[in-house]
């Protein structure tokens, strides 16, 4: 079993940046897919960014060139928000993946507003 921590949530204005953490209990090995989920008030929890072996790279279109995902060699899964819009608010959520394994975080608030 993993558990999975969100950090670095908050309040922050249109246009602004937030960088996300996800902080795993023990390492990730390589093999993971990892990902980044949000579910925006009255809506579904939807897929916003993966990483994964062999260099994969993946971003919802709506995200696309302002969000950046990226990993560190044993814990950490980030994800680079800016130039952020009202739209993005949402609890955001950490995700990793590795066949039938699927291990989730609690979420961290995100909120986009002047």
């Known amino acids: 079993q993993v558990q999975l921590v969100e950090s670095g949530g908050g309040l922050v204005q249109p246009g602004g940046s937030l960088r996300l953490t996800c902080t795993a209990s023990?390492?990730?090995?390589?093999?993971?897919?990892m990902s980044w989920y949000r579910q925006c008030p009255g809506k579904e929890r939807e897929l916003v960014a993966t990483i994964g072996p062999g260099g994969y790279l993946n971003y919802v279109d709506s995200v696309k060139d302002r969000f950046t995902i990226s990993r560190d060699k044993e814990r950490n899964l980030y994800l680079q928000m800016n130039n952020l819009k009202p739209e993005d608010t949402a609890v955001y959520y950490c995700?990793?993946?590795?066949?039938?394994?699927?291990?989730w975080g609690q979420g961290t608030q995100v909120t986009v507003s002047s």
């Open positions: 995700r990793a993946k590795y066949g039938p394994q699927e291990f």
């Open positions: 023990r390492s990730i090995v390589l093999g993971y897919f």
